[in-house]
């Protein structure tokens, strides 16, 4: 059965701007193979040319068109919801030319969304100018509801922070696109065009990527070289599918999908042929 990934890179594929080993590898089994993957990402600051070019920088050759941002999806999420709509952004380039791209104009007054993403620029004027629009009736979108993002130097303040302050000010919740939201989840799986039964996610975080993966129904690998410790499991009601040390052990792909992992369930695939279907299914 035809298999593809969706494949976390911070703490799977890289930590910081170091390369974990064995991973350009895998990626270029994927490649030769002409396996379809993604790499899906919740940090809306970079475009894709712009991680693109980092991993390239680190002698993983793909294209632009195998990254997915949660910038993305939001974007593309926001446009069928308000097609050519207003937007207030705090964030970065990332997620301001994916609200571009998908017709929405950037203002600074009456919006229809204030949509929040990833920043070092955040400043409390903006802050204070979000509450008001939020106040005055946009809506609260935010790109992912990580609280915090890891740094070469420690740890800072991520979407869900910012968000977190703006929740509080105006007492309304913000609607969250990035994993593990189901729209992320699901748009990535589409846009390789792949069955549930034939999606997997690889991750190192249970709360996000592992999470995601098991709602969607998709068959899910821990990969513990990330924020993931395997004594940490038990404290989780849901479990990945296999827990590898990195992808490294994911090399030999074809024994990997026919030995350790586990069959997809077709049970849970978009009926994309109706008639096909009930002919089967008769």
Same mark, same amino acid.
């Given at each position: 059965?035809?298999?593809?990934?969706?494949?976390?890179?911070?703490?799977?594929?890289?930590?910081?701007?170091? +390369?974990? /080993?064995?991973?350009?590898?895998?990626?270029?089994?994927?490649?030769?193979?002409?396996? /379809?993957?993604?790499?899906?990402?919740?940090?809306?600051?970079?475009?894709?040319?712009?991680?693109?070019?980092?991993?390239?920088?680190?002698?993983?050759?793909?294209?632009?068109?195998?990254?997915?941002? %949660?910038?993305? =999806?939001?974007?593309?999420?926001?446009?069928?919801?308000?097609?050519?709509?207003?937007? #207030?952004?705090?964030?970065?380039?990332?997620?301001? &030319?994916?609200?571009?791209?998908?017709?929405?104009?950037?203002?600074?007054?009456?919006?229809?969304?204030?949509?929040?993403?990833?920043?070092?620029?955040?400043?409390?004027?903006?802050?204070?100018?979000?509450?008001?629009?939020?106040?005055?009736?946009?809506?609260?979108?935010?790109?992912?509801?990580?609280?915090? %993002?890891?740094? &070469?130097?420690?740890?800072?303040?991520? %979407?869900?922070?910012?968000?977190?302050?703006?929740?509080?000010?105006?007492?309304?919740?913000?609607?969250?696109?990035?994993?593990?939201?189901?729209?992320?989840?699901? =748009?990535?799986?589409?846009?390789?065009?792949?069955?549930?039964?034939?999606?997997?996610?690889?991750?190192?975080?249970?709360?996000?990527?592992?999470?995601?993966?098991?709602?969607?129904? #998709?068959?899910?690998?821990?990969? +513990?070289?990330?924020?993931?410790?395997?004594?940490?499991?038990? &404290?989780?009601?849901?479990?990945?599918?296999?827990?590898?040390?990195?992808?490294?052990? +994911?090399?030999?792909?074809?024994?990997?999908? &026919?030995?350790?992992? /586990?069959?997809?369930?077709?049970?849970?695939?978009?009926?994309?042929?109706?008639?096909?279907?009930?002919?089967?299914?008769?």
């Amino acid at each position: 059965m035809k298999t593809g990934f969706l494949i976390d890179m911070d703490g799977v594929i890289y930590r910081g701007s170091h +390369l974990i /080993p064995g991973a350009d590898e895998f990626i270029n089994v994927l490649l030769r193979k002409e396996i /379809p993957f993604l790499f899906l990402t919740n940090n809306s600051q970079r475009t894709r040319r712009d991680v693109q070019t980092k991993l390239q920088r680190m002698g993983i050759h793909v294209e632009e068109s195998h990254v997915f941002t %949660c910038a993305i =999806a939001t974007a593309r999420y926001l446009a069928k919801l308000k097609p050519n709509g207003t937007a #207030y952004i705090i964030g970065e380039g990332g997620l301001l &030319q994916a609200m571009h791209q998908n017709g929405f104009s950037i203002v600074d007054h009456a919006p229809d969304f204030v949509v929040v993403g990833e920043g070092r620029t955040v400043t409390l004027d903006a802050l204070e100018s979000a509450v008001n629009m939020i106040l005055g009736g946009a809506k609260l979108i935010a790109t992912n509801m990580d609280p915090s %993002c890891p740094t &070469q130097s420690g740890t800072r303040p991520g %979407c869900g922070a910012t968000v977190a302050y703006l929740e509080a000010v105006t007492g309304r919740k913000a609607f969250s696109v990035g994993k593990p939201s189901p729209i992320m989840m699901r =748009a990535a799986r589409k846009e390789l065009n792949l069955a549930t039964s034939q999606t997997v996610m690889i991750g190192d975080t249970m709360d996000t990527d592992i999470l995601g993966g098991v709602q969607m129904g #998709y068959r899910t690998v821990l990969t +513990l070289t990330g924020g993931t410790r395997r004594e940490d499991l038990p &404290q989780f009601a849901y479990g990945p599918d296999v827990i590898v040390e990195s992808v490294a052990e +994911l090399c030999d792909i074809n024994q990997f999908v &026919q030995s350790s992992l /586990p069959i997809g369930n077709r049970e849970d695939d978009t009926i994309h042929n109706f008639r096909e279907w009930a002919l089967a299914n008769a």
